[in-house]
C-alpha cells in the first residue's frame, strides 16, 4: 500500500495522521484552561495549568485550529487581566509566551488580527511606557549627525576608540521578558495576516494619548535588542500608504535614530577589535541594522506615492513663480549632457582633482550668498524645481507649508497616494517614457526629509564587503580589471542600495556635493596639492556598482566557459543537443523552473536601475562611456561576443528570463549614448539595439555599411558592431553567400515559432506582435493536409509542364527562323 503512493501524498497521510494524534493526545493543561475564566486564567488560579500549556507546545504539540480560535479568546482577556491587576511576573509571562506560540498559524487565530486583538497585543508589548522612557543618548559619548563625517578626517582618534564610544552609547533593550513575547506575537500577527496591516494604523491612530504606541516603537528603534522588534514592526507598519508613514517622516525622530544608529554601526565596523561584536548575540547589530534599511526603504517609498507637502523650512512659492519655475530649474543643469556640454573632452577624462561649486571652502561664502534677496539657495531651488517637474501635480494649492509636525498634515499624506493605490510597480514600458526616473521617487522636496540618511547609507554600500564570504573591503580600484565571482552579495549592502534608490538623480542639485551621488567615500586626497578630491569620475558607488555587477555576472554566466546540458527549444534540440560556445547568453545559463532567474534578477535590478540614475550625470556618463566602450575598442569580434563587461551588458540587455535587468540595461546603455537611436545602433550593433528600441517605440531603419572612420579599412557591420573579416566583406559584395537548404529553413522557421510562442506565455509580447497569430488571421497561413499537399504538388507539377512546353515552342521558332534567314 505504501509503495503505491506518491510522495506527496505519503506527506499528506503523515501530516493527518499526526495531526489526528496530537488531538486525541491533549495535554490535561490544555481542558484545564479552558475550563476556566478569563479572570481566573489571568490570576495565580491559572498560573499551573498555563505553565503545562506552555511546556507542552514547547515539545511539539500542535492544536487543532479550533483549539486555537478558543486559546486566544480566552487568553487575551487573562493577559489583560494580569496586566491591570499586576499579577506575578513569571505568570504575565506565560501568558504572552502562550499568545505568541499560538499565534505561529494563521488557521484559528484570527482574532489576534482585528482592532480588539492588536490594540491587547499593543497594550501588552509596553509601547506607551517605551514612549515616557527619557532620551537616549544624551551623555558625552553620543556621537553627533555628523560624527561619521568628522571621523574620517580625525586622524588623531584611534578606531578603537571610536568603536568603544559607539557600543557604550547603544542603549540596553528596555524592555520586560513579557513585553518582548507579546511584541513578537504582535509582529507575528501582522506577518501572517495582511489584513491586520490594515487594520493596524487605525489601532494606533485611535489612541488617545497622542499616539504613544507609534512614539514608543520609534523610541526603541536604537536599543540594542528591541530595535529589531520595533524596525520589524514599523517595517510592517510602513507596507502600506498610511497617515501614520506621513507622521514619521514629518516628525524627524525616526530618521534621526536610523542615522545614528547607522553611524555608530560604522564606527564599530572601522575597528577590527570590536567587528565581532557586530554579529553577536541574537538579534545581532546586523540583523538591527536590516530591519532599518527596509524600513527606510519603505517609508521613503510610500512618502514618494503620498500627495506632496512641502517640509518644513521652505518657503511657499508666490502666485508667479510657477511660471518662472523652468527657467530658474534649467539653469544649472547637470543631468543627460552630451560629451561636448559635460565639461570633458574627447580624448581625455573629466579632471578628478577640480573642487566643486558646492565644496568644503566654498560652503560657508555659499550659505551667506543663500541669506541674500533673490539667492538660489538649495532649498529656494529645489522648490523651483520640484514646480517645474511636477506641474500640476504639486501646485501650491495642494501642499501647505509645515509649521510643526502634525498629524493635519499627514492626513492629507495617506488619504490618496499619488498616482494610484496600488502598490504595484509601473510596467518597463511605462517606466521607459519617464526618463527623469521612477514615479515612485521622492522629489527633491521630500528628499529633504530623508538627507540625514544618504551618507550612512552611502558608505554602507561602498564599504562593506561586497560578497557573504569577504572578509574585508574589497579594493574598488581593482574591481573593473580583475573582477571576483559574487555569487551571494551582503544583504546589508544589497539593502543599503535599494534604499538609495528612493532619493532622486536631482539631488545633485539641492546641496552639492554634501550629499552627492559621485562623492568618494572615504574622501579621495589629491597627491599632487592635497586637497580632497570632489566629484568627478563615477565615484565611489559607481565602482561598487561595476564590481558587484561584474562580480554576479562571472558567478552566474561566466563568460570563459559553456552551460554544460544546452536548453532544447525544438524537438530537434533534444534529439540532437545544440553545441554552445563561450561566451553564453544569461538565459542559457539560468536553469528553468528552480527560482534562480528570479534570484538573480532580484539582485542586479537595482545595481542597474542605481546605474542608470548615475548615467544621467554628466561627469559620471563621460567616464562610463570611456570604461566600457573606449576609443579603442576591439571590433574584431561582435559586442556580445566579449567576454568583457560591456559584453555582458549586450547579452543581458536581450535576456528574457531577466527582465527588470534587462529594462535596466537598456536604459543604462542609451544614456550613454546620449539618449540616440542611431548612436545606440553604432555603438553596441543594430541587432543588439533593435529590441530595445522597440519596445520604446523607437525603432530606426538599419543603417548601411559604412566605413571606419572614412578611411580605408575594414568596414564595421552595423548589425553586429565589429568588422567585417576580408572573406565575409568578399561575400557581401559578391553576394555569393550559399543559399539557405529546404531543412534549414524549417529549422529555423520551428525556433522562430517556438521562440514567439514562449514570449508570448511569458507576457513579454501581446498576441498580435506574434507574426504567427497574424499570418493565421490574414488567412496566409494554414494547416497542412496530405490532400492539400497533393494539391500543391499537382498545381506546381503542371506549371513545370507548361514552363517546358513554352520553352520547347519557343526553342523550336528560333529554330525556324534561324533556317529561313540562312535559306
Not at 576608540?161 to 513579557?178: F, I, Q, T
Not at 530606426?700 to 573579416?725: C, L, M, V, W, Y
Not at 490532400?787 to 500543391?792: K, Q, S
Amino acid at each position: 500500500m505504501a509503495a503505491q503512493l506518491s510522495p506527496a501524498q505519503l506527506q499528506a497521510l503523515m501530516a493527518r495522521l499526526n495531526h489526528q494524534g496530537g488531538t486525541a493526545s491533549s495535554p490535561p493543561s490544555l481542558d484545564a484552561a479552558l475550563k476556566l475564566s478569563p479572570d481566573q486564567l489571568g490570576s495565580a488560579q491559572g498560573s499551573s495549568a498555563v505553565a503545562q500549556l506552555v511546556q507542552a507546545l514547547s515539545q511539539g504539540f500542535d492544536p487543532s485550529p479550533e483549539q486555537r480560535r478558543k486559546l486566544v479568546s480566552a487568553i487575551l482577556p487573562a493577559a489583560s487581566f494580569a496586566l491591570d491587576h499586576a499579577a506575578p511576573p513569571p505568570h504575565l509571562l506565560h501568558l504572552c509566551t502562550l499568545l505568541k506560540l499560538v499565534g505561529r498559524s494563521p488557521a484559528g487565530t484570527e482574532e489576534l488580527a482585528r482592532t480588539d486583538g492588536l490594540a491587547a497585543l499593543v497594550r501588552l508589548g509596553g509601547l506607551a511606557r517605551a514612549a515616557d522612557l527619557p532620551p537616549a543618548g544624551e551623555g558625552d559619548s553620543a556621537p553627533t549627525p555628523s560624527s561619521t563625517r568628522d571621523d574620517e578626517q580625525d586622524d588623531d582618534d584611534d578606531p578603537a576608540a571610536k568603536a568603544a564610544r559607539a557600543l557604550s552609547s547603544l542603549e540596553e533593550d528596555p524592555l520586560s521578558p513579557p513585553e518582548q513575547e507579546a511584541l513578537r506575537c504582535l509582529a507575528n500577527t501582522l506577518t501572517l495576516h495582511p489584513s491586520a496591516r490594515e487594520v493596524f494604523p487605525d489601532v494606533l491612530l485611535a489612541e488617545t494619548d497622542q499616539h504613544a504606541a507609534l512614539r514608543g516603537l520609534v523610541r526603541l528603534l536604537g536599543c540594542k535588542g528591541a530595535g529589531f522588534l520595533a524596525g520589524r514592526l514599523l517595517f510592517l507598519l510602513t507596507s502600506r500608504p498610511s497617515e501614520l508613514v506621513g507622521e514619521l517622516a514629518l516628525e524627524g525622530e525616526c530618521v534621526l535614530v536610523m542615522q545614528q544608529f547607522a553611524e555608530r554601526y560604522l564606527a564599530i565596523y572601522h575597528s577590527e577589535s570590536h567587528r565581532p561584536s557586530l554579529t553577536a548575540g541574537t538579534p545581532s547589530l546586523d540583523d538591527i541594522l536590516r530591519e532599518h534599511l527596509k524600513l527606510a526603504y519603505n517609508l521613503m517609498l510610500q512618502y514618494s506615492r503620498a500627495p506632496p507637502v512641502v517640509p518644513e523650512g521652505f518657503d511657499k512659492p508666490s502666485p508667479s513663480a510657477g511660471a518662472s519655475a523652468g527657467a530658474a530649474a534649467s539653469g544649472k543643469k547637470r543631468f543627460r549632457r552630451p560629451r561636448e556640454k559635460s565639461g570633458a573632452s574627447n580624448s581625455s577624462s573629466p579632471d578628478l582633482g577640480a573642487a566643486d561649486d558646492a565644496s568644503d571652502a566654498g560652503s560657508a561664502a555659499a550659505a551667506a550668498a543663500a541669506s541674500a534677496p533673490g539667492a538660489k539657495s538649495p532649498r529656494s531651488l529645489a522648490q523651483k524645481v520640484v514646480d517645474a517637474v511636477k506641474g500640476s501635480t504639486s501646485t501650491p494649492g495642494a501642499s501647505s507649508p509645515v509649521g510643526s509636525p502634525s498629524l493635519g498634515a499627514s492626513k492629507e499624506l495617506g488619504t490618496q497616494p499619488a498616482g494610484s493605490s496600488s502598490a504595484a510597480p509601473a510596467e518597463p514600458s511605462k517606466a521607459a517614457a519617464t526618463e527623469g526616473g521612477s514615479s515612485d521617487s521622492l522629489s527633491l522636496t521630500a528628499a529633504q526629509l530623508f538627507l540625514p540618511l544618504f551618507r550612512p547609507y552611502l558608505i554602507l554600500a561602498v564599504s562593506l564587503p561586497p560578497a557573504v564570504t569577504s572578509s574585508s573591503p574589497a579594493s574598488s580600484s581593482s574591481s573593473a580589471t580583475s573582477p571576483q565571482p559574487i555569487k551571494d552579495p551582503s544583504p546589508v549592502v544589497r539593502a543599503a542600495l535599494n534604499t538609495l534608490l528612493n532619493f532622486p538623480v536631482e539631488l545633485e542639485e539641492l546641496s552639492g556635493w554634501s550629499t552627492s551621488w559621485l562623492q568618494y567615500v572615504p574622501s579621495r586626497i589629491s597627491p599632487d596639492d592635497g586637497t580632497v578630491l570632489r566629484g568627478g569620475g563615477i565615484g565611489s558607488l559607481g565602482e561598487r556598482l561595476v564590481e558587484l555587477l561584474h562580480g554576479v555576472c562571472e558567478a552566474y554566466f561566466p563568460a570563459d566557459r559553456a552551460p554544460p546540458s544546452p536548453k532544447a527549444y525544438s524537438a530537434r534540440d533534444r534529439d540532437e543537443p545544440r553545441t554552445l560556445v563561450p561566451p553564453c547568453g544569461p538565459d542559457e545559463w539560468i536553469p528553468s523552473g528552480e527560482g534562480e532567474a528570479a534570484k538573480v534578477d532580484e539582485i542586479l535590478g537595482p545595481v542597474m536601475l542605481l546605474l542608470r540614475k548615475l548615467s544621467m550625470l554628466g561627469e559620471a556618463q563621460f567616464v562610463f562611456r570611456n570604461v566600457l566602450f573606449p576609443p579603442d575598442l576591439d571590433r574584431s569580434t561582435p559586442i556580445d561576443r566579449h567576454p568583457s563587461l560591456a559584453g555582458h551588458l549586450v547579452r543581458l540587455l536581450s535576456s528574457i528570463l531577466l527582465p527588470n535587468t534587462s529594462f535596466g540595461v537598456g536604459e543604462f546603455l542609451y544614456n550613454l549614448c546620449d539618449r540616440s537611436p542611431e548612436q545606440l545602433s553604432r555603438t553596441i550593433g543594430y541587432g543588439n539595439a533593435s529590441g530595445f528600441l522597440q519596445s520604446r517605440g523607437e525603432l530606426i531603419p538599419p543603417p548601411p555599411h559604412e566605413d571606419d572612420g572614412g578611411q580605408k579599412g575594414p568596414r564595421i557591420n552595423p548589425i553586429t558592431g565589429a568588422f567585417d573579416s576580408p572573406s565575409s566583406a568578399a561575400a557581401a559584395d559578391d553576394d555569393d553567400e550559399p543559399p539557405m537548404s529546404e531543412e534549414d529553413k524549417e529549422r529555423e522557421a520551428e525556433r522562430l515559432y517556438t521562440l514567439f510562442e514562449r514570449l508570448q506565455r511569458t507576457g513579454v509580447i501581446s498576441t498580435p506582435a506574434n507574426p504567427v497569430e497574424q499570418a493565421r488571421a490574414q488567412g496566409r497561413f494554414e494547416e497542412t493536409s496530405e490532400e492539400r499537399e497533393a494539391e500543391r504538388e499537382r498545381v506546381e507539377r503542371e506549371e513545370r509542364e507548361l514552363e517546358q512546353e513554352v520553352e520547347r515552342d519557343l526553342r523550336e521558332w528560333k529554330e525556324r527562323r534561324a533556317r529561313r534567314v540562312e535559306s
